[in-house]
C-alpha cells in the first residue's frame, strides 16, 4: 500500500507563500483523486483541494485563486502552492489519496503557521 509523506509547511506571515509537498513511496499515475485536506485547532478536518488523475481540480471556496493544487506523476507527488496566505490558512496539512473506492491513504501532515 502507498505511503505518503508530507513536507513544506512552516511558519510565514500574512501575505506570503508556502509550497507543500506530498510524496507517494509508489507510483500515483493511477491513483484518482489525490488531495489536500486541512485541520485547525478545535475544527474538523476540511478538503482544501483535490486533483485527478486527468488533472481535474476542484478548490474549497476560501481558498480558490489563492492556492493550485498540481501532481507531477514521473516524481510520484503531488504539490500544493500557497500564495496570499492568511492566518485563517493557519493547520496542519494532510496529504490524500483515494486508492479505490473503499481505501483511501493519509500523510502524517505537515504544520502551516500565518501570523498576522
Known amino acids: 500500500q502507498v505511503q505518503l509523506v508530507e513536507s513544506g509547511g512552516g511558519l510565514v506571515q500574512a501575505g506570503g507563500s508556502l509550497r507543500l509537498s506530498c510524496a507517494a513511496s509508489?507510483?500515483?499515475?493511477?491513483?484518482?483523486?489525490m488531495g489536500w485536506f486541512r485541520q485547525a485547532p478545535g475544527k474538523q478536518r476540511e478538503l482544501v483541494a483535490r486533483?485527478?488523475?486527468?488533472?481535474?481540480?476542484n478548490y474549497a471556496d476560501s481558498v480558490k485563486g489563492r492556492f493550485t493544487i498540481s501532481r507531477d506523476n514521473a516524481k510520484n507527488t503531488v504539490y500544493l502552492q500557497m500564495n496570499s496566505l492568511k492566518p485563517e490558512d493557519t493547520a496542519v496539512y494532510y496529504c490524500?489519496?483515494?486508492?479505490?473506492?473503499?481505501?483511501?491513504?493519509w500523510g502524517q501532515g505537515t504544520l502551516v503557521t500565518v501570523s498576522s
Open positions: 509508489g507510483s500515483i499515475l493511477r491513483i484518482n483523486p
Open positions: 486533483i485527478t488523475s486527468g488533472g481535474s481540480t
Open positions: 490524500n489519496a483515494q486508492l479505490n473506492q473503499y481505501v483511501e491513504v
